[in-house]
């Protein structure tokens, strides 16, 4: 059996904590987009200020119902949104300052932040790195115009155009770029075109998404009035069956479905959504996971500034939480050691039927405590998760 490299096989960890801070605002609310968003053009928000005291309010009142998150180390921050770029680094900068005198933090933390093409900028980057932040994501999704105009996108022209020139030239290493496929009237070629150059240009990390339809969104009105169509679900299928072999010859692991990364730059902090790692969920709109509990933010920003801190937290059930999680890794990861740690003995005995079914049917290999999905599991993956999970 060929497995990857020994570092990339992931495993249960039990000393850490992640922290995710939400960002609620956008230059432009995008059509598809179903986060807690709002687009507010090119001023800064009114309540910037305000909504930074309440994110460390949140933080106290989180770390006194669940005190015993203060014995965790953090080893990641990811700044999201909404367009946390859109914020000012100083305060990115106090509120970094502010997690460092509340929590002991690992030797090398991962400290990301999502950045919007808009604002994208080598001072801003170099900003960045002097207040400690060490991984940046750009919400590319497509460089065709027409592509984000589909997608109710602000289309900055200038700053897509200097895109990879600030990315390759910047000081932070860890930089990486979303795009979509499946865009109406994006071509396959298009896409695989604009794939193409940042592969060109060696960048450490790629999140590949196809473009999903999600309720409530201005995009699924817009299809059910017929005023736009759907994604182009069997180009996705196309591109999707596709891209792992591309990758591959670049360098890439594959390591999670939509997730690309050059050895050592998986994104860690995502990595812990899949790997059943606990995580603070800051701000209005976040979810967080702590001590086997999910907890959800009011999707408003006022509302959350004014309220108290919900003291509202729903157990996990691990069995279904891990299924939807884990099996999303297409990367090696040690299914034995996690079954052990967060399953019952029921659960325990339905998974490992369940995964040695699998086995059988050539869907995935298992090596030592280690499983692997075979790439001809990649489009069956929704069907084999509700398989495990029921
Ligand atoms: S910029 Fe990102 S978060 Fe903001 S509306 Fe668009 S997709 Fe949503």
Same mark, same amino acid.
């Given at each position: 059996m060929e497995l990857l490299n020994k570092e990339s096989i992931w495993q249960v960890r039990n000393s850490y904590l992640g922290v995710y801070v939400h960002f609620p605002y956008c230059f432009k609310k995008c059509d598809y987009c179903d986060f807690y968003s709002e687009g507010i053009g090119a001023a800064s928000a009114n309540d910037e200020k305000s909504l930074f005291q309440s994110y460390k309010k949140e933080i106290l009142d989180r770390v006194n119902h669940f005190p015993e998150i203060k014995n965790r180390s953090i080893d990641t921050v990811f700044f999201g949104g909404g367009t946390p770029s859109k914020a000012s680094a100083k305060h990115w900068k106090e509120l970094l300052d502010f997690l460092r005198s509340e929590f002991s933090f690992s030797d090398n933390p991962e400290i990301s932040i999502?950045?919007?093409? +808009?604002?994208?900028?080598?001072?801003?980057?170099?900003?960045?790195? =002097?207040?400690?932040?060490?991984r940046v994501n750009v919400g590319v999704q497509t460089l065709e115009k027409k592509g984000l105009e589909f997608l109710g996108r602000h289309y900055d022209a200038d700053r897509y155009h200097a895109l990879v020139e600030v990315l390759t030239k910047s000081p932070i290493e860890r930089v990486g770029i979303d795009l979509m496929y499946g865009i109406p009237g994006v071509s396959k070629d298009s896409f695989l075109s604009d794939l193409s150059l940042? !592969?060109?240009? @060696?960048? $450490?990390? !790629?999140?590949?998404? =196809?473009?999903?339809?999600?309720? @409530?969104?201005?995009?699924?009105r817009d299809v059910i009035d017929h005023k736009k169509t759907e994604p182009e679900e069997n180009l996705q299928s196309e591109i999707l069956i596709q891209l792992p072999e591309i990758l591959k010859k670049y360098g890439y692991n594959w390591y999670e479905v939509s997730n690309y990364a050059k050895p050592g730059f998986e994104s860690l902090h995502n990595l812990k959504y899949w790997t059943y790692e606990p995580y603070l969920g800051i701000g209005p709109g976040a979810h967080?996971?702590?001590? @086997?509990? /999910?907890?959800?933010?009011? /999707?408003? =920003?006022g509302l959350y500034q004014k309220k +108290?801190?919900?003291?509202?937290?729903?157990?996990?059930? $691990?069995?279904?939480?891990?299924?939807?999680?884990l099996f999303r890794l297409f990367s090696p990861f040690r299914y034995l050691d996690f079954i052990e740690t967060y399953l019952d003995t029921k659960s325990k005995s339905k998974y490992l039927k369940t995964i040695e079914g699998w086995e059988k049917k050539g869907l995935c290999r298992l090596e030592d405590g280690v499983f692997q999905w075979n790439p001809s599991a990649l489009l069956l993956l929704d069907d084999l998760i509700l398989e495990i999970s029921l």
């Open positions: 999502e950045v919007n093409p +808009e604002d994208l900028s080598s001072d801003l980057l170099f900003e960045y790195d =002097s207040i400690g932040i060490n940042f !592969l060109k240009a @060696g960048l $450490p990390h !790629l999140s590949l998404y =196809s473009l999903t339809l999600e309720k @409530g969104t201005k995009y699924s967080g996971m702590i001590a @086997g509990h /999910r907890y959800g933010n009011p /999707r408003n =920003s +108290e801190t919900s003291t509202k937290y729903e157990t996990i059930d $691990p069995s279904t939480e891990l299924s939807l999680t």
